[in-house]
């Protein structure tokens, strides 16, 4: 039985969205701007359901724009690799469940910016599924760099938009709301598309969604194993097909700081600002599985890190860590799972911003 972990990267190792941050270092407004366009990613991902659309497909409507305001792939590179936040602990977690059992990052962030991520902390590119990027490679007219510079301003006089509690279909949306997504689903689908610069559109395929469900199905026929037998860390909207794969094979799927969508599918919640935690549940499920650890977590204090075969090294972390109490992790279940998604999603913002925190 060969047990493997793998883990998104953005959330559960590091406090960056990377993505994000480009944008709001690139673009006038661009905090607000990407926070707009992100919100759209969640209705048409959760809501509309466009076919042939998925989760973090933002990484890939915002190049046009990052693209007429000038980034390059060595500056993204450049930028990236300057502005890394580690979780606390996550190289030394890391590195610990990669000596014990196969690991692997599958990531929505740009290469650039993993890549640097893997350099930094020692880990393995090879074992890193990430958004390949190539942005030199497009041109842009200068025309194109004007009007592209007029939709953005367009875009942030739009509503921030927020999905009305179990909203099904657009119908359930105000009429501003709708609107919103009409304007945004021409310039995106029609507009943009007709330009030189608009085939990035078709090219770039971010690593969200079903394309995180496809890169999990390769590790495990790479290594020989099955999904009942893998671990999955995850905090977010892009995360959420993977858990539901995981979770449906009998495998065991991790919210660490995990946002509602995050919550919504995920088996257990882990809510901590240092990466230790998961490295414990690694090492419990890498030696009894998914049963160890759901029995470790029912019993969740210091004694039953030693009792359910916690290594010795991990519980002396954990314990100079935290001498009193350990950080918070919890069984969702349906009774439980609308307050664990507000304190997570109150928790994920406590840790990463926000800006940030508040993003699918």
């Known amino acids: ?54 989760a973090g497909d933002t990484l890939k409507l915002i190049l046009p724009f990052l693209k007429a305001y000038g980034e390059t792939n060595e500056s993204i590179k450049k930028y990236s690799a300057e502005h890394i936040l580690l979780i606390a602990g996550a190289k030394k977690a890391l590195q610990s469940i990669n000596s014990a059992m196969p690991s692997y990052i599958v990531s929505t962030s740009y290469e650039q910016y993993v890549h640097a991520l893997c350099e930094l902390i020692g880990f393995p590119k090879k074992n890193a599924y990430c958004t390949k990027l190539d942005l030199d490679k497009y041109s842009i007219s200068p025309s194109e760099i004007t009007r592209l510079k007029e939709v953005k301003e367009e875009i942030l006089q739009m509503p921030v938009i927020e999905i009305p509690k179990g909203a099904k279909s657009l119908n359930d949306f105000p009429p501003e709301l709708r609107e919103a ?53 995850g905090d977010s909207i892009t995360d959420a097909p993977v858990f539901q794969n995981v979770r449906a094979s009998g495998g065991l799927t991790v919210s660490f700081n ?58 002396q972390w954990a314990s100079e860590l935290y001498p009193q109490r350990l950080p918070a992790v919890e069984i969702i279940t349906d009774e439980n799972r609308n307050i664990l998604s507000e304190k997570s999603s109150a928790f994920r913002k406590s840790v990463r911003g926000v800006g940030i925190g508040a993003l699918g």
């Open 181 to 233: 997504v009409k304007r945004l689903d021409e310039i995106f689908w029609s507009e943009i598309p007709m330009t030189t610069v608009g085939r990035i559109l078709e090219e770039v395929n971010p690593v969200g969604g079903f394309e995180k469900v496809n890169s999990v199905q390769d590790i495990i026929e790479k290594i020989g194993t099955g999904l009942a037998d893998v671990m999955y860390v």
């Open 1 to 54: 039985m060969k047990r493997v972990f793998i883990t998104d990267l953005e959330g559960p190792i590091s406090k960056n969205d990377n993505a994000f941050e480009i944008t709001a270092h690139t673009i006038p407004q661009g905090e607000g701007f990407f926070t707009i366009i992100s919100r759209y990613d969640d209705v048409l991902a959760d809501v509309v359901k466009k076919p042939g659309y998925k």
């Open 258 to 315: 995990g946002n509602a969508y995050a919550i919504r599918e995920a088996e257990i919640a882990v809510m901590s600002e240092n990466a230790v935690v998961t490295a414990i549940l690694a090492d419990v499920f890498n030696k009894s599985g998914k049963e160890g650890v759901l029995g470790l977590v029912k019993e969740w204090d210091s004694t039953a890190l030693k009792r359910f075969g916690a290594e010795e090294s991990l519980y």
